[in-house]
T-cell receptor
Framework: GQNIDQPTEMTATEGAIVQINCTYQ??????LFWYQQHAGEAPTFLSY??LDGLEEKGRFSSFLSRSKGYSYLLLKELQMKDSASYLC??????????WGAGTKLIIKP | ETGVTQTPRHLVMGMTNKKSLKCEQH?????MYWYKQSAKKPLELMFV???????ENNSVPSRFSPECPNSSHLFLHLHTLQPEDSALYLC??????????????FGQGTRLTVV
């Protein structure tokens, strides 16, 4: 079966760095997405990785290792507004998105 | 108005009621989606429409009935729901289906409670 695993919840301190991991087992691979979802809001796109390596976008970076079925989202200089759920999703061989359950990130002052 | 708009934002309905959820996108996209989001569970894809044709129906019970009258509008008609259908229903759109890396734009969702 197809499976995406990510931690249910993480806590970090304002100004610090946090890494949210995502491992996947899917029928084929056409890319991996990270979305951010604030409570009661729409998920919004953060990043897309299809090749191995690190993609940096401001305070947020996303890493992919296809051989390991592994990705992480790295958030630097954490701000209170970064408190949200972070959703990992993989595009399978049919370009269908397989979603993880999301990681709720709590930022403390 | 831009983006993806869903109405209503909140809905409480009895098990014998009939109601409809509405989604509208102003992005010129060709594909639209209905997702169900339950607490601590992955997003569940329910229906996919491409150019107003339904291309995906992921074994969704018939008490959920989608309608796509044009590429900008999508409805989800609800009839004789069960309490376990209570969830956040999200609409999304994208430029097309079957293309890698196509970003999906989501609406804010309808929080549905079935009593």
């Amino acid at each position: 079966g197809q499976n995406i695993d990510q931690p249910t919840e993480m806590t970090a301190t304002e100004g610090a760095i946090v890494q949210i991991n995502c491992t996947y087992q899917t029928s084929g691979f056409n890319g991996l997405f990270w979305y951010q979802q604030h409570a009661g809001e729409a998920p919004t796109f953060l990043s897309y990785n299809v090749l191995d390596g690190l993609e940096e976008k401001g305070r947020f970076s996303s890493f992919l290792s296809r051989s390991k079925g592994y990705s992480y989202l790295l958030l630097k200089e954490l701000q209170m507004k970064d408190s949200a759920s972070y959703l990992c999703a993989v595009e399978d061989s049919n370009y269908q998105l397989i979603w993880g359950a999301g990681t709720k990130l709590i930022i403390k002052p | 108005e831009t983006g993806v708009t869903q109405t209503p934002r909140h809905l409480v309905m009895g098990m014998t009621n009939k109601k409809s959820l509405k989604c509208e996108q102003h992005l010129g996209h060709n594909a639209m989606y209905w997702y169900k989001q339950s607490a601590k569970k992955p997003l569940e894809l329910m229906f996919v429409y491409s150019l107003e044709e339904r291309v995906e129906n992921n074994s969704v019970p018939s008490r959920f009935s989608p309608e796509c009258p044009n590429s900008s509008h999508l409805f989800l008609h609800l009839h004789t729901l069960q309490p376990e259908d209570s969830a956040l229903y999200l609409c999304a759109s994208s430029q097309a289906i079957g293309k890698g890396g196509t970003e999906a734009f989501f609406g804010q969702g309808t929080r549905l409670t079935v009593v």
